[in-house]
């Protein structure tokens, strides 16, 4: 299948054209259908799988249909509520390059972190499509710089990290104040059983598209861990970026400031590195993304709220320094390689204070991850801190996907 059968307009095939983009990925190809046909969508799909283009292209062909059909613009048309501003930039950049602009539509993505100053500027111009931060979104209506009573079509973007955040409330908040005759698209990477119990609450009669089991992992992104004591994590970090295989590596910490220190530690070592997590400006977090998309710095250590919505073509591995203490924030983590068909690599440490984390993210996962042995800063116990394997299941016999071995070289 490709794009033309899809029936989008020629505008926006164009715009796919110049952008590369030959062929819909799964979820483009099940969901663009139902939503150019007006329905409700629940979608389940791993990160990487092109879930904004799912969306974004047919608001834009529906929007830019209503319009030329002389139909009243006098608010905004489409929201999309998203939990990250790194997100919602990256989903107003979709917007540029899928062609909204050539189509007729007007687009702005409002966040926090910023002065709303130029925010409500463009406001007061007129836009058709709002990306939007959940913070920023209730401050800008509190002062009336926004009315969602026009709303046509509303997205709720990455609702599992939504609840994560605890952002729950006030995306509640915000449905309350969206017309009740309205399109709903609601994605998610998984769908633990609060984010069930959201989506029925606001969304009638939806089509339902599963791209993959719920919290798998990316049959093309191999798993590795690592035994190692707490204190030694820097050290074996260290070592492993001695390896050029590592072309680019986005690190995990738990804590902004445990992100600084390591960034500190492995700059001393002339490692082209940077940090990005809330305490940083905006500025600064989109310098640093832009420094390590380009090239110019090798390794991104980032907190998980800092980076929900980094997108990077071909990054070579993701390294979980810490463990998450959230299983499914283990997926959404390594989901930020093996993007879009390429391979990727995901190593994690583990201390003996993270062997029940682990457990919960071999359960969720429903394999083992593979353990790697041959290097210098083995836990001397490790085979105590190996958490027992899984209980079969028909679930884990019946065809789950499992993350490949791999061998350091």
């Not at 509190?142 to 709303?151: E, G, P």
């Amino acid at each position: 299948m490709n794009f033309q059968d899809l029936k989008l307009i020629a505008p926006l095939l164009k715009a796919l054209q110049s952008q590369g983009y030959t062929q819909p990925t799964p979820i483009q190809e099940k969901a663009i259908p139902s939503v150019l046909q007006n329905k409700d969508l629940l979608a389940c799909a791993q990160t990487g799988t092109g879930k904004t283009a799912a969306f974004a292209l047919p608001i834009i062909q529906l929007l830019s249909q209503q319009k030329e059909a002389g139909a009243p613009f006098n608010g905004v048309k489409a929201l999309i509520l998203t939990p990250t501003r790194e997100l919602a930039i990256q989903i107003e950049e979709s917007f540029r390059d899928y062609g909204a602009a050539q189509c007729g539509l007007k687009y702005l993505a409002v966040y926090g972190g910023v002065s709303q100053y130029h925010q409500v500027k463009n406001l007061q111009k007129g836009v058709d499509v709002l990306i939007a931060t959940p913070g920023r979104l209730l401050d800008l209506i509190t002062q009336r710089h926004i009315s969602l009573q026009q709303i046509k079509i509303f997205v709720l973007d990455e609702a599992d990290r939504m609840l994560d955040m605890g952002f729950i409330n006030d995306v509640r908040k915000i449905v309350a104040k969206l017309p009740q005759k309205r399109q709903t698209l609601f994605f998610s990477a998984t769908m633990p059983p609060d984010i069930v119990t959201l989506s029925r609450s606001i969304l009638n009669n939806p089509v339902t598209i599963e791209i993959t089991r719920v919290s798998s992992t990316a049959e093309n992104v191999e798993q590795a861990v690592y035994f190692v004591e707490k204190a030694d994590k820097r050290a074996l970090l260290i070592h492993l970026l001695k390896n050029n295989e590592i072309e680019s590596a986005l690190v995990f910490t738990e804590t902004k400031f445990g992100a600084d220190k390591l960034c500190y530690a492995l700059s001393r070592e002339n490692i082209r590195v940077q940090a990005i997590h809330g305490n940083k400006s905006q500025s600064e977090r989109q310098k640093a993304l832009h420094n390590f998309k380009n090239k110019s710095v090798r390794v991104l250590i980032a907190t998980d709220i800092a980076a929900r919505g980094i997108d990077i073509d071909s990054l070579s591995h993701v390294i979980n320094f810490e463990l998450p203490n959230v299983p499914e924030t283990y997926v959404h983590r390594i989901g930020r390689t093996g993007r879009a068909g390429a391979s990727g690599k995901a190593i994690s440490f583990c201390g003996m204070e993270e062997k029940m984390l682990l457990r919960d993210i071999n359960k969720l996962i429903a394999t083992s991850i593979p353990v790697m042995k041959d290097h210098p800063y083995q836990m001397a116990d490790a085979g105590l801190a190996l958490p027992p394997k899984p209980l079969l299941n028909f679930r884990s016999m019946s065809g789950g996907r499992r993350g490949k071995v791999f061998m350091q070289r």
